[in-house]
């Protein structure tokens, strides 16, 4: 069974660059999407974006010009890197994957690591 | 832009008795190519990651409890929780998924006892 793990900074400054990883452990990252979700404490959930394992990238519209999804193959991982961080980007972020029934799905879930903008 | 909105933002119902939440997307996410709706629904409680209870609208993730039920096509579905249990307690998204659009949550629906 695949199990994720996300690692990463637990407070970043503002305007710095946020970069998480997330492994992957029991199983291939050669298939399925690849996913990064956000919440805001308080709010609802946010879909950052998605990597498909051939390196194709959806991203959303409102984070597209800041954020970098990579997937690195040969080390079982993959990366989110959001840039120009601000107070609004202080979350609990949390990598997903999908299954052989639903690619797109986010079946599989890291636990969640905390990330706080702040000087 | 794709949008995903949900109703109600909240709803208190007494135990044994049924949910309903529904789901609007603004564009279809049905893909005709296998006729699949790209449409999920998760369970969010305090402390836990999100977990997955439909996909494709209707299919029901394994071990997932048949008092949950996905339905609807196209930009209009609902999820129905057919005698609420203590355990169901929690917050309730959906989403989008389709190839060739952006994805997206809804903005969750809060599931109390009445």
């Known amino acids: 069974q695949v199990q994720l793990q996300e690692s990463g900074p637990g407070l970043v400054k503002p305007s710095e660059t946020l970069s998480l990883t997330c492994s992957v452990s029991?199983?291939?990252?050669?298939?399925?999407?690849w996913t990064w979700i956000r919440q805001p404490p308080g709010k609802g959930l946010e879909w950052i974006g998605s990597?498909?394992?051939?390196?194709?990238?959806n991203y959303n519209p409102s984070l597209m010009s800041r954020v970098t999804i990579s997937v690195d193959t040969s080390r079982t991982q993959f990366s989110l890197r959001l840039t120009s961080v601000t107070a609004a980007d202080t979350a609990l972020y949390y990598c997903?994957?999908?299954?052989?029934?639903?690619?797109?799905?986010?079946?599989?879930w890291g636990q969640g690591t905390m990330v706080s903008v702040s000087s | 832009d794709i949008v995903v909105t949900q109703s109600p933002d909240s709803l208190a119902v007494s135990l044994g008795e049924r949910a309903t939440i529904n789901c609007k997307t603004s564009?279809?996410?049905?893909?005709?190519?296998?006729?699949?709706?790209?449409l999920g629904w998760y369970q969010k409680k305090a402390g836990q990651p999100p977990k997955l209870l439909i996909y494709?609208?209707?299919t029901r993730e394994s071990g997932v409890p048949d008092r949950f039920t996905g339905s609807g096509s196209g930009t209009d579905f609902t999820l129905t929780i057919s005698s609420l249990q203590a355990e169901d307690v929690a917050v309730y998204y959906c989403?989008?998924?389709?190839?060739?659009?952006?994805?997206?949550f809804g903005q969750g629906t809060r599931v109390e006892i009445k």
């Open positions: 997903a994957t999908g299954t052989a029934l639903c690619y797109e799905c986010s079946v599989i």
């Open positions: 029991g199983g291939s990252i050669s298939s399925h999407f």
């Open positions: 990597i498909y394992y051939t390196g194709s990238t």
């Open positions: 564009q279809s996410v049905l893909h005709r190519p296998n006729n699949a709706n790209y």
């Open positions: 494709w609208a209707s």
């Open positions: 989403q989008q998924f389709a190839p060739s659009l952006t994805w997206a």
